[in-house]
């Protein structure tokens, strides 16, 4: 008979390891992606997932099925991510404040229009990518709210409480978060853009 | 429902969470609004889009680091059975301070008998008596004791007797 995962967990808190290995090898593919996601960096994504792992099996004891194990789960992996988004971040400020001032005289940033800019990506980068790249630009909590829906399938609950917020205020999130890809993927999802996507490629 | 409602509820529709009176207005609404239902068919080919994200698997080291992180994780010790938790220990020590300070306090004698307390005073008075320390008072204390008792009581009841009859009379 396949244990619970709550079962799991209890049986750590028991001393027995082999549980916690079990755990370990249903849950460290989420995670991972879940956190690459988040980050964007593939070994940063791993250190923060041994991270979580490390800090689920020393709280073992102190363990009481009061919510769902991939509740707490990924409450723990949501709370390390952003910390680490946020502590790059700031590297990434320190970075631009220590470099030299950029010349003045120079002429102006040229920003591409969007559609210039999604074909160089699809030129430089491959899809799955740029759909990456999209999903992590989007604010945090959008961000998280998205990767729980969408790759992880948790319910509105179980997010809201990850998320520490309420459920309706979720659905307002979730679907903020969906307009914003909608309009940015829109060469992907518009069925206007996809026909003149197909045109461009068949000119070339 | 107004389309800012199908927008709130939208998302619950499509993923086959929203309730049936919910799900049949939304798609009562979309059936009539265009902009809702091409709304709506554009989010269902995003999420198809987002499932092309490829799942990445984590590199082949990654159990064996965690185990070895696991190793290294202090093991309980076979003598950690004897040492109580954290709170109980910390309670037990507050305890025994405040029982060692109680019993380090001056004494109150205020409970004290009253008997016990003439019992010490004459003893004090009989301690600070020094006179009984000089040898020639105490010998002629002893001295005292030769003399006879009934003649020096009789006089006494004589005159007792005396003024007695005096009141009587």
Redesign the interface.
């Known amino acids: 008979m396949t244990r619970s995962d709550v079962q799991l967990m209890l049986d750590v808190k028991a001393?027995d390891?082999s549980s916690?290995?079990l755990l370990?090898?249903k849950y460290?593919?989420p995670l991972?992606?879940f956190l690459?996601?988040m980050v964007r960096d593939?070994a940063t994504a791993?250190d923060l997932?041994?991270e979580v792992?490390?800090r689920v099996?020393?709280a073992r004891k102190q363990y009481s099925p009061s919510a769902k194990f991939t509740t707490w789960l990924f409450r723990i992996a949501t709370n390390l991510a952003l910390n680490s988004v946020r502590d790059n971040r700031h590297r990434q400020m320190d970075v631009s404040l220590d470099a030299a001032p950029a010349d003045e005289d120079a002429a102006p940033l040229q920003l591409p229009a969007r559609e210039m800019r999604i074909d160089e990506h699809m030129i430089e980068r491959d899809?799955?990518d740029f759909?990456?790249g999209v999903?992590s630009s989007l604010p945090e909590k959008q961000r998280v709210a998205v990767l729980l829906?969408?790759?992880e399938e948790m319910?509105?609950g179980e997010i809201a409480k990850i998320l520490d917020c309420s459920e309706s205020a979720l659905?307002?999130l979730?679907?903020r978060a969906?307009e914003t890809?909608?309009v940015q993927?829109a060469p992907?999802?518009?069925p206007a853009a996809r026909r003149a996507g197909k045109e461009a490629r068949h000119e070339m | 429902m107004k389309c800012e409602d199908v927008?709130?509820?939208?998302?619950?529709y499509l993923?086959r969470?929203a309730n049936s009176a919910d799900r049949h207005e939304i798609e009562e609404h979309l059936a009539a609004c265009s902009a809702c239902h091409a709304?709506a068919e554009?989010?269902r080919?995003?999420?198809s889009?987002?499932d092309?994200?490829?799942?990445?698997?984590?590199?082949l080291g990654?159990?064996a680091?965690?185990?070895a992180?696991?190793t290294e994780?202090p093991r309980?010790r076979w003598f950690r059975w004897f040492v109580p938790q954290p709170r109980l220990a910390l309670s037990m020590a507050l305890l025994l301070a405040v029982s060692v300070w109680i019993s380090r306090l001056p004494q109150d004698n205020s409970g004290l008998t009253a008997s016990a307390q003439s019992e010490h005073e004459q003893f004090q008075v009989i301690k600070n008596l020094d006179v009984l320390e000089n040898y020639d008072v105490l010998s002629k204390f002893d001295a005292l004791d030769e003399v006879p008792v009934d003649q020096s009581a009789q006089p006494d009841q004589k005159n007792d007797q005396q003024s007695q009859q005096d009141d009587g009379g």
């Open positions: 001393g390891d916690f290995d370990l090898q460290r593919t991972v992606n690459y996601r593939r791993e997932a041994q792992f490390l099996y020393r899809r799955a759909i990456r999903v829906h969408k790759y319910d509105y659905k307002s979730l679907f969906y890809l909608r993927l992907f999802v518009s | 927008s709130r509820e939208l998302i619950p993923d969470r709304r554009e989010l080919r995003l999420w889009v987002l092309e994200v490829p799942v990445v698997e984590p590199s990654f159990d680091r965690m185990r992180r696991i994780e309980p």
